[in-house]
């Protein structure tokens, strides 16, 4: 996951399956303003679609990801 920040902010980002349960929380700390990269390791799930939510203050994405 890589983003930037134009300031600190609370960010959590959360992985969803497509029936909407949650399944895995990816992070959810306070981010220094500049870039931002981290992996997420979703190897314990079973292949499918998931959607991953991300929550930048009070703004959010939603993003597919297709594990395989």
Do not use: W
């Amino acid at each position: 996951m890589s983003f930037n920040l134009n300031e600190t902010s609370k960010v959590s980002a959360q992985l969803y399956s497509l029936d909407g349960k949650e399944v895995q929380e990816l992070m959810n700390e306070k981010v220094t303003n500049g870039d931002f990269n981290r992996p997420f390791d979703v190897s314990a799930l079973p292949a499918g679609i998931y959607l991953m939510k991300l929550n930048v203050g009070d703004a959010s994405v939603t993003q597919k990801i297709v594990k395989q």
